[in-house]
């Protein structure tokens, strides 16, 4: 079970993806993330990635998102539990997302999910 986090800390880790993604620095985003971290979107499979909307580990990450760079992201607002930080966001095109992060004791990203309103 991950160690509970300060809310504080997790918006605050919230802001800081917000911020890295908003800079156009991959190395910055991916210094979130733990090495072994697992992101879903259905925006993998579109992309030419993994059928299952599924990639794994840091190198999976930046070969997928560097096909995404020059996103900028519009912080509208973030939830917190004990392990995880959801970052309620627009795009550059003016779509709302919710990106869920969940971390680990380090205060790393294990995990990702990208969720798009469904139409």
Wanted: hydrophobic fraction near 45%; include cysteine.
């Amino acid at each position: 079970m991950s160690q509970h986090h300060q809310p504080s800390s997790l918006a605050a880790l919230g802001r800081t993806w917000v911020e890295a993604w908003n800079t156009g620095d991959l190395e910055r985003v991916l210094a979130l993330y733990d090495e072994a971290a697992v992101m879903t979107s259905d925006r993998i499979p579109a992309m030419g990635f993994d059928a299952s909307g599924t990639v794994r580990g840091k190198a999976a990450l930046r070969a997928y998102w560097s096909k995404a760079l020059g996103l900028h992201f519009s912080l509208i607002d973030l939830f917190v539990s004990p392990d995880s930080v959801v970052v309620f966001y627009e795009n550059e095109r003016g779509k709302k997302i919710c990106e869920y992060l969940r971390v680990n004791e380090a205060g790393l990203i294990v995990q990702g999910s990208a969720n798009h309103l469904p139409h």
